[in-house]
């Protein structure tokens, strides 16, 4: 248990850890990072999935190995060895399903598509009349992401702490859901876009959280007595993992005319730029306005907070080693940095 209440407190952003927050040391090690996201080896049932994917997604092949390699590095240590590769493949494919998802929300905004992916097989809105009116394109993407989400769960209620963690994995996946329909909603409606409810919900696209669990339901010798704090500490490392997607992305969605984010938000907060740009669509304005103002500084920032945040939780957990999920944080921020505009 924590000593004092005094042990949440937040580490203060010192000129020393201030110092911290440049890209420079990140991207000396990036292309060494990198080159081990190339090199993992990935579990022998995955390449079958990512063959299916291609058919119906667009995202570049190398977003796989890149998020593989991430998945391995912030996997918790409490995960039993023998069921690392059942663990991985379990998260990887629930990557896919947010992938699948995320393409809908940000790229074609398009909420009834959305939620035609959200229903179970056999129930009255799979012979809707909306879904009968799509292209044999659209039904085979709405078909593949139902049956990732559904080999994700099988996958998971393998594992040995599923009855315990079974709710709290269905909530947490809620939390993805809830997301994309965040995402389509304030890119319908940008007026609606704040810095607080971004930071809140968007976070959640990253998986982290949903992860957290999965490799929990792995962990035979968990102290379920910690669950609450090593929550917690993953609540700080998703915003991290949020973080550094925010660095190698936002760029990209711009361009596809994708604003839900938390720089766009972030932006609009500081009056860089006006709710009436993004209502006309006017992308490259706000980009030049963005990368004017240097945007990504706050960022790194508060990455770094949240650095601290984990660090001061890390004591206080005897089952979960959260030095090594900051080292591996540590070396994703360096997969950002390096991979922007790649993914």
Known sequence: ?????????????????????????????????????????????????????????????????????????????????????????????????????????????????????????????????????????????????????????????????????????????????????????????????????SELYQPHSTHMMLSCTIDLMASPGFDAEELGLAREAMWHAQRMGRIGDQISTWERKIKESDFASEVVAHALRRGIIQVDQIRRGERESVLAALKQHDVERYFLEEWQRLHGEVAVLAPHLATVDLHQLLAGMEELIQLHVASKGLR
């Open 1 to 197: 248990m924590l000593a004092t209440a005094t042990a949440y407190s937040a580490v203060p952003l010192t000129p020393e850890l201030a110092s911290d927050v440049d890209t420079h040391r990140w991207q000396s090690q990036a292309c060494a990072a990198i080159q081990r996201a190339l090199d993992v080896h990935m579990p022998e049932e995955l390449p079958e999935w990512l063959a299916r994917y291609e058919r119906v997604g667009e995202r570049d092949p190398f977003l796989w190995r890149w998020t593989l390699r991430a998945m391995q590095i912030t996997t918790l240590s409490s995960v039993a060895p023998e069921l690392r590769g059942a663990v991985a493949m379990t998260k990887m494919l629930g990557v896919m399903f947010s992938v699948l998802l995320e393409d809908i929300a940000g790229v074609l905004q398009d909420r009834e598509m959305l939620e035609l992916c959200l229903k179970s097989p056999g129930s009255a809105a799979e012979e809707s009349a909306r879904e009968r009116e799509l292209d044999e394109g659209a039904r085979e993407y709405i078909a593949f992401a139902r049956e990732v989400a559904r080999e994700m769960e099988r996958r998971a209620r393998a594992l040995p702490r599923w009855d315990e963690l079974e709710e709290v994995f269905q909530y947490d996946r809620d939390q993805i859901i809830n997301t994309m329909r965040y995402a389509v909603l304030v890119n319908r409606h940008p007026g609606l876009m704040n810095l607080v409810e």
